[in-house]
């Protein structure tokens, strides 16, 4: 149903863009992603979906058919900060498109059907990705999730209100399967000319704190061999975690950091720095990681700093099921679908590590820029993943 798809996407274009990067900030629990949410609700009851929602936040758009394990589709509606248009929001308007398609074909699902909308996917506030499918799976706690704190010191547990110690979410207790469509990330297949693609696994990946501590001094009457910078010892970190991970063909990436006092004519006395690390298997990032560590630690001591480090979260390696990856690429009209693999965490490798049969389809991404404004898709591709999606559905609803 282009027409729907083309409204839904309008919809959604300006709430949370800025007017200077043309990127998007939709964190959680913030106006923007509230105004989405809103509009999931109105979408749902335009469909007569009945929508569920758990202590954390999370959401289930219901089609209320059939009998059994149900199946599931959707994403999540937050970003990255000044993040593009695509990641998490396409896979849930394409959700809406594809029961609208499925409903235009004449489908009497054998099962009930959801559309699903987690929160803090990408783990932009509150520091741990796809936190709201981690408690809707319980592999997090309500213990630990709620002591969670952005960059302003709010607790997770002070923005979601109601859940009583030992919290939990029975949300996904009906769930047989869940498929997730989403931007592709990269550009694989761009590279392999197809329009879309299945997911094999996901790399293992982790979030580490780096904590460099010095003394702070007068950037003009501190001679240089008299000073215990942190930010010395960062920046070989930096350079050291770049070489290391290219050397190891993985992923090191020191994105987002802190300084104190963060005065331009002041020494530095503290510099967090924060790793994202991915790699092909679960030694190689443990081998890149303690690298890293060493490499730094080294550095520390020749700088007169100290270092530590402490991992905020690690996540193993996922192996989507192959039998249902490939049961969802054969057989097309236009042939089979390639199965690829992701360096990108997402909400269904988390559900698929907790047991729920799991598969991802991903849309061509023609710039293979993500968690940027330059995101994007072509409309002709969107539609070809709706169509595929819908697809994807009425073979596991049979």
């Not at 070809?384 to 049979?398: F, H, M, P």
Request: charged residues 20%; aromatic residues 6%; proline residues 5%.
């Amino acid at each position: 149903m282009p027409d729907d798809f083309e409204r839904m996407w309008a919809d959604l274009a300006p709430v949370g863009r800025s007017a200077v990067s043309g990127g998007y900030f939709r964190q959680p629990f913030t106006a923007p992603e509230a105004e989405l949410r809103g509009w999931f609700r109105e979408q749902c009851a335009a469909r007569a979906l009945r929508v569920e929602e758990d202590a954390f936040g999370n959401l289930v758009g219901w089609w209320d058919v059939g009998s059994g394990p149900a199946v599931v589709t959707g994403s999540h509606l937050d970003s990255v900060l000044d993040g593009g248009a695509y990641d998490g929001p396409l896979g849930v308007v394409s959700a809406l498109a594809a029961v609208d398609l499925l409903r235009a074909r004449g489908v009497a699902p054998a099962r009930p059907v959801g559309v699903s909308v987690f929160v803090e996917e990408e783990g932009s506030r509150f520091g741990l990705a796809c936190l709201g499918s981690r408690l809707a799976t319980g592999t997090v706690s309500w213990e630990v999730a709620r002591e969670l704190r952005d960059g302003d010191g709010v607790a997770f547990g002070d923005v979601v209100e109601g859940v009583v110690a030992g919290g939990s979410s029975s949300l996904l207790a009906s769930v047989g399967t869940y498929v997730e469509l989403h931007v592709e990330q990269g550009r694989d297949l761009v590279d392999r000319g197809a329009a879309v693609g299945v997911a094999s696994g996901i790399w293992p990946h982790g979030r580490y704190r780096f904590e460099f501590a010095g003394s702070a001094n007068h950037a003009g009457t501190t001679r240089m061999e008299d000073r215990a910078d942190p930010m010395l010892t960062y920046a070989f970190t930096a350079l050291g975690a770049n070489k290391q991970a290219r050397l190891a063909g993985e992923r090191a990436t020191f994105g987002r950091v802190s300084v104190t006092p963060n005065g331009t004519n002041a020494v530095p006395s503290h510099v967090t720095a924060w790793l994202d690390a991915r790699c092909s298997t679960s030694e190689s990032l443990t081998a890149l990681v303690d690298g890293i560590t060493a490499q730094a630690t080294d550095r520390a001591g020749r700088d007169g700093t100290s270092l530590t480090v402490t991992a905020e979260s690690v996540s193993p390696a996922v192996a989507f099921d192959a039998a249902l990856a490939a049961r969802v690429a054969a057989d097309h009209e236009d042939g089979d679908w390639p199965v690829i693999p992701t360096q990108a965490g997402h909400d269904a490798g988390i559900l698929s590590a907790a047991g729920i049969p799991s598969a991802m389809l991903f849309v061509r991404n023609p710039t293979g820029v993500s968690h940027s404004p330059a995101e994007h898709a072509e409309l002709p591709d969107c539609l070809v993943g709706v169509s595929a999606l819908a697809d994807t559905l009425e073979r596991l609803l049979r």
